[in-house]
């Protein structure tokens, strides 16, 4: 999500690789759709073969652009002068990842309010996504946790060998959109928003606690008293 206009370098896709050649992964494979470091706009998507990454993606109407673009300077702002002090070799107590981590965080708890006309609240729509996300489990991935919220949706998922990430989010928004636009008797508007939010899990602990983050967001975001009662989740009924 590069600020409209913007002429200014992606310092936080500059920086991923920087961190990634250091930990001995590269960007030039030769699909790095599978393994490596790509970017769609201006967010840095991070692949690695064999690893369970966290997804976010969200309705096309759900942040503002003022709050996105708010965000996205508050995190250029930061990367920048990241950069400045590690190119004069000086510590600053910050980090590429804390700097993503916060604009997740920011950008999740303004979703949590409720932004846009969240039509993943009408059940029939919702019904629709948690199937879709479904239906290839155990065939092309594994979904370690999921949730459907009004605006937007997290899973937790392992792509299974032969199917990257980038095909399956794409099979789930076409299909998904595709009845809910029906439904909704929307035009050519776009139904999600092109670019979706994807990180790498590096350990089981932070796959731990992304998965109860996950299981828990319905609870926090104040749409049902336990995980167990929202029926658009890998959570409900205790399963």
Known sequence: MRPHGSNEPNLGLER??????AGGVHDEAANPLRSGIHN?????????????????????DSLPTEVVLECERERAGRLRRLADFTKRGE????????????????VERFLDKGAGACHLRRPEIAARVAQVLRHFEGKRYLLQQWVVMPNHVH????????????????????????TAKSLLRLGEEPFWQRESYDHW??????????????????????????PE??????AYGGQ
């Not at 064999?50 to 997804?55: C, E």
């Not at 510590?91 to 993503?100: F, Q, Y």
């Not at 009662?229 to 890998?234: A, E, F, T």
Request: include cysteine; glycine fraction near 4%; proline fraction near 5%.
């Open 16 to 21: 991923t690789r920087h961190q990634l050649r």
């Open 40 to 60: 769609r706009g201006y967010l840095p998507h991070v692949k690695r073969a064999g690893a369970s990454y966290f997804v976010t993606f969200r309705l096309a």
């Open 91 to 106: 510590s600053i107590d910050d980090s590429a990842e804390d700097i993503e981590r916060d604009f997740r965080r920011r």
């Open 155 to 178: 899973v937790l998922v392992w792509p299974m060998p032969n199917h990257t990430l980038s095909q399956i989010l794409k099979s789930w928004k076409q299909f998904s959109s595709r």
């Open 201 to 226: 899990v590096r350990s089981d602990e932070e796959k731990s606690r992304i998965a109860r983050y996950i299981r828990n967001n319905p609870a926090v975001a104040g749409l049902c008293a336990r």
């Open 229 to 234: 009662d929202w029926p658009w989740s890998s």
